[in-house]
C-alpha cells in the first residue's frame, strides 16, 4: 500500500462504511497502522491510501484507533465568535503532503461518536494531541488537507 499524494485523488468526500461491514477491513487497518509507524505518522485515512470510505486509524503513545464514519460534535464553533479560548493554533504535516507544515485552527477539546472494529458506537471526548488528530484526519474524509488553511 502506498500514501496518495496526489492532491486531486484526495479532494473528495467519501462514502460511509455499512456497520456490517466493518469486519471486512481488519486486515486493511492493521496494514494502516503499520504505515503509521513506519513513516512517524499518527494517524492515516482511507482515501490516501486509495479507499474513499469514512475511516481512519490513530496512532498515538502506543494506542491505536480504527475509526469508522466519525462525527464531531460542536464543530460549528470554529464559526462562532469569541471562543479563542477553545482554539488552538497547531502547526500541522501530513504524509500526502510530505515536506510541508502548515498552521491551522483546531477545537482544543472535541466530543465524537464513531464506530470500532468491533462494530460498536463509540462516544468520546479528545483533547490535545488526539483532537488535533481526529479532526485533521476526519478533513481527509471530507475532501480537505493542509494545504486549504
Known amino acids: 500500500m502506498d500514501i496518495i499524494t496526489d492532491i486531486d485523488k484526495l479532494r473528495q468526500n467519501c462514502e460511509t462504511v455499512p456497520i456490517n461491514e466493518i469486519p471486512n477491513y481488519n486486515n486493511i487497518i492493521e496494514e494502516m497502522y503499520q504505515i503509521c509507524m513506519r513513516s512517524n505518522g499518527v494517524g492515516l485515512a482511507a482515501p490516501q491510501i486509495g479507499i474513499n470510505k469514512r475511516f481512519f486509524v490513530m496512532y498515538w503513545n502506543g494506542i491505536t484507533f480504527a475509526v469508522?464514519?466519525?462525527?464531531?460534535?460542536?464543530?460549528?464553533?470554529?464559526?462562532?465568535?469569541?471562543?479563542?479560548?477553545?482554539?488552538?493554533?497547531?502547526?500541522?504535516?501530513?504524509?500526502?503532503?510530505?515536506?510541508?507544515?502548515?498552521?491551522?485552527?483546531?477545537?482544543?477539546?472535541?466530543?465524537?461518536?464513531?464506530?470500532?472494529?468491533?462494530?460498536?458506537?463509540?462516544?468520546?471526548e479528545f483533547d490535545l494531541p488526539l483532537s488535533v488528530i481526529f479532526q485533521h484526519e476526519t478533513d481527509h474524509l471530507n475532501g480537505k488537507l493542509i494545504i486549504d488553511f
Do not use: M, W
Open 68 to 124: 469508522f464514519n466519525p462525527i464531531i460534535f460542536d464543530s460549528s464553533i470554529l464559526d462562532a465568535v469569541n471562543v479563542d479560548s477553545e482554539l488552538i493554533k497547531f502547526n500541522e504535516g501530513c504524509l500526502s503532503v510530505p515536506g510541508q507544515i502548515r498552521t491551522t485552527t483546531r477545537l482544543k477539546r472535541i466530543t465524537v461518536t464513531y464506530y470500532n472494529l468491533h462494530q460498536d458506537q463509540v462516544f468520546d
